[in-house]
């Protein structure tokens, strides 16, 4: 069973910055695109940002040029680096295995799911 385990939310003011982790079991991580979504409550779970098996990187509008996602093979391991965050980033931030290598920015691409980690922007 694949396992995925976030980490590094957390509670920051406006114009800082947060590192979350997110750690994939399974020996075939590099085979599969992943992705963090993020979702607040009465809202639907939202497309952040996305990276292929390959590579290939992909943000929604509202994070570009803010966050950036990269991934590490040999640790099983995607990366979100914010940084300028906003209050409206305020969400539960979730991290997603897509079931194939190519990304796709929607939430039915991908069949595996972390728990999520907390990020808060503050005023």
């Not at 292929?52 to 966050?67: K, P, T």
């Not at 539960?92 to 295995?97: G, K, N």
Request: aromatic share 10%; glycine share 14%.
């Amino acid at each position: 069973q694949v396992q995925l385990v976030e980490s590094g939310g957390g509670l920051v003011q406006a114009g800082g910055s947060l590192r979350l982790s997110c750690i994939v079991s399974g020996r075939t991580f590099r085979n599969y695109a992943m992705g963090w979504f993020r979702q607040t409550p009465g809202k639907e779970r939202e497309f952040v940002s996305g990276i292929s098996g390959g590579g290939n990187m992909r943000y929604a509008d509202s994070v570009q040029g803010r966050f950036t996602i990269s991934r590490d093979n040999a640790k099983n391991t995607v990366y979100l680096q914010m940084n300028s965050l906003k209050p409206e980033d305020t969400a539960l931030y979730y991290c997603a295995r897509s079931a194939g290598i190519v990304l796709h920015a929607n939430t039915s691409a991908f069949n595996y799911w972390g728990q999520g980690t907390q990020v808060t922007v503050t005023s």
